[in-house]
T-cell receptor, first 110, second 115 residues
Framework: GDSVTQMEGPVTLSEEAFLTINCTYT??????LFWYVQYPGEGLQLLLK???ADDKGSNKGFEATYRKETTSFHLEKGSVQVSDSAVYFC?????????WGAGTKLIIKP | GAGVSQSPSNKVTEKGKDVELRCDPI?????LYWYRQSLGQGLEFLIY????????KSGLPSDRFSAERTGGSVSTLTIQRTQQEDSAVYLC?????????????FGPGTRLLVL
């Protein structure tokens, strides 16, 4: 069945460092790909998405490119801030539901 | 406008008791989803509603779990005879249409602890 694998956390970085959180997927057909973020004490919210191969989703300085050849959707940010500390979830669609990775906790130190 | 709301925010219960979790979706959203998030794990899909009907209930982990949605709005997830392994955060989400490409808006969740 469809699945999503993302790098285990926690990931700890200093402020202004470059961020990559890896995500790979297995899915049939042409799925859409998503990154959701959960800030401390808040609900899940969509960060960005891409609906077809080679699309780049971007939001709040984060980017991810849908790579069909490597079945990947890695999340990147050039310069992280303390306020980016959160748990990040990669997901893909399967019919009407989302299939989720386990989440990666990101800790940014000042 | 108001987002998705869930109640209670926290629930502690004893093993064997029944619990009801409530979700108020965003007004006008046709689709409603229930997920479960266990400690250190990703989200597990439970059930979704298209209007008042639930086309697929196969994500519910056992027959102790049931859900209903009335009036195309509020939904209730009921867990009967709770077990310790039911302890988790139960998340509800809604979207305008029943299409996974529609953004799902999540509530803050109900944290359930079964003693």
């Amino acid at each position: 069945g469809d699945s999503v694998t993302q790098m285990e956390g926690p990931v700890t970085l200093s402020e202004e460092a470059f961020l990559t959180i890896n995500c790979t997927y297995t899915a049939t057909g042409y799925p859409s790909l998503f990154w959701y973020v959960q800030y401390p004490g808040e609900g899940l919210q969509l960060l960005l998405k891409a609906t077809k191969a080679d699309d780049k989703g971007s939001n709040k300085g984060f980017e991810a490119t849908y790579r069909k050849e490597t079945t990947s959707f890695h999340l990147e940010k050039g310069s992280v801030q303390v306020s980016d500390s959160a748990v990040y979830f990669c997901a893909t669609d399967s019919n009407y539901q989302l299939i989720w990775g386990a989440g990666t906790k990101l800790i940014i130190k000042p | 406008g108001a987002g998705v709301s869930q109640s209670p925010s926290n629930k502690v219960t004893e093993k064997g008791k029944d619990v009801e979790l409530r979700c108020d979706p965003i007004s006008g959203h046709t689709a409603l989803y229930w997920y479960r998030q266990s400690l250190g794990q990703g989200l597990e899909f439970l059930i979704y509603f298209q209007g008042n009907s639930a086309p697929d209930k196969s994500g519910l982990p056992s027959d102790r779990f049931s859900a209903e949605r009335t009036g195309g709005s509020v939904s209730t997830l009921t867990i009967q005879r709770t077990q310790q392994e039911d302890s988790a955060v139960y998340l509800c989400a809604s979207s305008l249409l029943t299409s996974v490409q529609e953004t799902q808006y999540f509530g803050p969740g109900t944290r359930l602890l079964v003693l």
